[in-house]
């Protein structure tokens, strides 16, 4: 069993930065791969970013590449999002996801463990 919690959401300005955690426990991220998700009101929820299982790329939704840069401390067992320029249209509930089958992917039902999900808010 892998828990997951996020943290590290919050309203920010058009243009500004957050930084997203995820941190896991039951399992170890290097033995797994991880991703993180959105969903905004009234849409489904869409991948923006993941570090395959074993692999040394990442790789992003068109939408948040070059602005978004995921990253793992394999020593805390933590996957950060990097988010910088944001813009009103990334504000979402964002969710770490992991898979233990380590396929990983873009598609949200490759992933069979969920984070809470922590809320960004971007202002105009």
């Known amino acids: 069993q892998v828990q997951l919690v996020e943290s590290g959401g919050g309203l920010v300005q058009t243009g500004g930065s957050l930084r997203l955690s995820c941190t896991a426990s039951?399992?170890?991220?290097?033995?797994?791969?991880m991703a993180w998700f959105r969903q905004a009101p009234g849409k489904e929820r869409e991948f923006a970013a993941a570090?395959?299982?074993?692999?040394?790329?990442?790789y992003y939704a068109d939408a948040v590449k070059g602005r978004f840069t995921i990253s793992r401390d394999n020593s805390k067992n933590t996957v950060y999002l990097q988010m910088n320029s944001l813009k009103p249209e990334d504000t979402a509930v964002y969710y770490c996801?992991?898979?233990?089958?380590?396929?990983?992917?873009?598609?949200?039902?490759?992933?069979?463990?969920w984070g809470q999900g922590t809320q960004v808010t971007v202002s105009s």
């Open positions: 039951g399992r170890t991220i290097s033995s797994l791969s």
């Open positions: 996801a992991a898979d233990s089958t380590r396929r990983g992917g873009r598609q949200s039902n490759t992933y069979d463990y």
């Open positions: 570090f395959p299982w074993g692999a040394a790329y990442t």
